[in-house]
Nanobody, 128 residues
Framework: QVQLVESGGGLVQAGGSLRLSCSAS????????MGWFRQAPGKERDFVGA????????YYAESVKGRFTISRDNAKNTVYLQMDSLKPEDTAVYYC?????????????????????WGQGTQVTVSS
């Protein structure tokens, strides 16, 4: 089992940047495909992006493509979400997730049920 802890959320003005981090416990971090989701109040949990075990492949939701970047450092058991050009509609709780399976299609990776472990979430608020 892996435990995930997100950090780096906060309040930022529109157009600004934030970098979220997700630290994972245990020695097997490199065996997990990692993902990021977000959930705004009253809305469903939406896929943000995913990264393969090696970090060589990534998927992004259309709404964040070109603005957000996912990376990972397997030596540090950490996955990152760099968020640039933030918009008020990016306001949400952001969740880190881990999947024991390999990277599948974007459609499959976009399903919350795909993932085995979830962090507690970190709030990101973008003011206009």
């Amino acid at each position: 089992q892996v435990q995930l802890v997100e950090s780096g959320g906060g309040l930022v003005q529109a157009g600004g940047s934030l970098r979220l981090s997700c630290s994972a416990s245990g020695p097997t971090f490199s065996t997990y495909t990692m993902g990021w989701f977000r959930q705004a109040p009253g809305k469903e949990r939406d896929f943000v992006g995913a990264i393969s075990k090696s970090g060589g492949s990534t998927y992004y939701a259309e709404s964040v493509k070109g603005r957000f970047t996912i990376s990972r450092d397997n030596a540090k058991n950490t996955v990152y979400l760099q968020m640039d050009s933030l918009k008020p509609e990016d306001t949400a709780v952001y969740y880190c997730t881990a999947d024991r399976s390999g990277l599948a299609t974007a459609q499959v990776m976009g399903r919350p049920a795909r993932y085995d472990y979830w962090g507690q979430g970190t709030q990101v608020t973008v003011s206009s």
